[in-house]
Nanobody, 118 residues
Framework: QVQLVESGGGLVQAGGSLRLSCTVS????????MGWFRQAPGKEREFVGS????????SYVRFVKGRFTISRDNAKNTVTLQLNSLAPEDTAVYYCAGNPTGSRWSFWGQGTQVTVSS
Protein backbone atom coordinates (compact mmCIF):
# COMPACT_ATOMS: atom_id res chain seq x y z
CA GLN A 1 0.00 0.00 0.00
CA VAL A 2 2.97 2.31 0.54
CA GLN A 3 4.00 4.11 -2.62
CA LEU A 4 6.86 6.54 -3.23
CA VAL A 5 6.93 8.79 -6.28
CA GLU A 6 9.91 11.01 -7.14
CA SER A 7 9.79 14.11 -9.30
CA GLY A 8 11.88 17.15 -10.16
CA GLY A 9 14.70 15.58 -12.14
CA GLY A 10 16.00 17.13 -15.31
CA LEU A 11 18.96 18.53 -17.22
CA VAL A 12 21.05 21.27 -15.63
CA GLN A 13 24.42 22.89 -16.23
CA ALA A 14 27.37 22.38 -13.93
CA GLY A 15 27.04 24.61 -10.90
CA GLY A 16 23.28 24.68 -11.17
CA SER A 17 20.62 23.55 -8.74
CA LEU A 18 17.72 21.15 -8.77
CA ARG A 19 15.02 20.24 -6.28
CA LEU A 20 13.79 16.67 -6.08
CA SER A 21 10.59 15.71 -4.30
CA CYS A 22 9.31 12.39 -3.02
CA THR A 23 5.60 12.04 -2.36
CA VAL A 24 4.61 9.26 0.02
CA SER A 25 1.20 7.62 -0.30
CA UNK A 26 -0.35 5.03 1.97
CA UNK A 27 0.64 4.15 5.51
CA UNK A 28 3.73 5.58 7.17
CA UNK A 29 5.37 4.94 10.52
CA UNK A 30 6.08 7.70 13.02
CA UNK A 31 9.60 6.51 13.69
CA UNK A 32 10.59 5.59 10.18
CA UNK A 33 13.46 7.00 8.18
CA MET A 34 13.37 8.33 4.63
CA GLY A 35 16.41 8.30 2.43
CA TRP A 36 17.80 9.27 -0.94
CA PHE A 37 19.97 7.07 -3.10
CA ARG A 38 21.43 7.45 -6.56
CA GLN A 39 22.67 5.15 -9.29
CA ALA A 40 24.71 6.00 -12.35
CA PRO A 41 24.76 3.72 -15.41
CA GLY A 42 27.05 0.74 -14.86
CA LYS A 43 27.51 1.52 -11.18
CA GLU A 44 25.97 0.26 -7.96
CA ARG A 45 23.33 2.21 -6.14
CA GLU A 46 24.79 4.43 -3.42
CA PHE A 47 23.40 6.15 -0.37
CA VAL A 48 23.08 9.94 -0.42
CA GLY A 49 21.40 10.90 2.82
CA SER A 50 18.45 10.38 5.13
CA UNK A 51 15.96 12.16 7.35
CA UNK A 52 13.60 11.12 10.14
CA UNK A 53 9.90 11.92 9.89
CA UNK A 54 9.44 12.89 13.52
CA UNK A 55 12.46 15.04 14.32
CA UNK A 56 13.85 15.89 10.92
CA UNK A 57 17.33 14.66 11.85
CA UNK A 58 19.50 14.35 8.77
CA SER A 59 22.53 12.33 7.82
CA TYR A 60 24.72 12.65 4.72
CA VAL A 61 27.61 10.84 3.11
CA ARG A 62 30.92 12.64 2.63
CA PHE A 63 30.66 13.20 -1.11
CA VAL A 64 27.75 15.58 -0.54
CA LYS A 65 30.17 18.12 0.99
CA GLY A 66 27.42 20.48 2.09
CA ARG A 67 25.93 20.77 -1.39
CA PHE A 68 22.79 18.73 -0.76
CA THR A 69 20.04 19.30 1.77
CA ILE A 70 17.25 16.93 2.76
CA SER A 71 14.03 18.24 4.27
CA ARG A 72 10.52 16.98 4.89
CA ASP A 73 6.98 18.27 5.13
CA ASN A 74 4.96 15.91 7.30
CA ALA A 75 1.67 17.63 6.49
CA LYS A 76 2.19 17.06 2.78
CA ASN A 77 3.91 13.68 3.16
CA THR A 78 6.84 14.80 1.06
CA VAL A 79 10.59 14.53 1.35
CA THR A 80 12.78 16.92 -0.60
CA LEU A 81 16.37 16.69 -1.79
CA GLN A 82 17.84 20.08 -2.67
CA LEU A 83 20.80 19.69 -5.00
CA ASN A 84 23.17 22.65 -5.25
CA SER A 85 26.50 23.21 -7.00
CA LEU A 86 25.88 20.21 -9.20
CA ALA A 87 28.73 18.60 -11.09
CA PRO A 88 28.75 16.08 -13.96
CA GLU A 89 29.69 13.39 -11.44
CA ASP A 90 26.27 13.85 -9.86
CA THR A 91 24.54 12.55 -12.97
CA ALA A 92 22.43 9.57 -11.95
CA VAL A 93 18.95 8.29 -11.31
CA TYR A 94 17.92 9.46 -7.86
CA TYR A 95 15.67 7.25 -5.75
CA CYS A 96 13.58 7.89 -2.68
CA ALA A 97 13.38 5.07 -0.14
CA GLY A 98 11.68 4.26 3.16
CA ASN A 99 13.10 2.38 6.14
CA PRO A 100 10.23 1.67 8.58
CA THR A 101 12.16 -0.84 10.69
CA GLY A 102 15.41 1.07 10.96
CA SER A 103 17.37 -1.85 9.54
CA ARG A 104 16.16 -2.29 5.98
CA TRP A 105 15.16 -0.06 3.08
CA SER A 106 11.82 -1.66 2.28
CA PHE A 107 10.10 0.79 -0.04
CA TRP A 108 11.47 2.40 -3.19
CA GLY A 109 10.31 4.92 -5.71
CA GLN A 110 10.69 4.60 -9.46
CA GLY A 111 13.51 7.12 -9.60
CA THR A 112 14.01 10.46 -11.34
CA GLN A 113 16.83 11.24 -13.75
CA VAL A 114 19.32 14.00 -12.95
CA THR A 115 21.71 14.95 -15.73
CA VAL A 116 24.44 17.56 -15.24
CA SER A 117 26.21 18.90 -18.31
CA SER A 118 29.65 20.50 -18.38
Amino acid sequence: QVQLVESGGGLVQAGGSLRLSCTVSGRTLRNNVMGWFRQAPGKEREFVGSITWSGGSTSYVRFVKGRFTISRDNAKNTVTLQLNSLAPEDTAVYYCAGNPTGSRWSFWGQGTQVTVSS
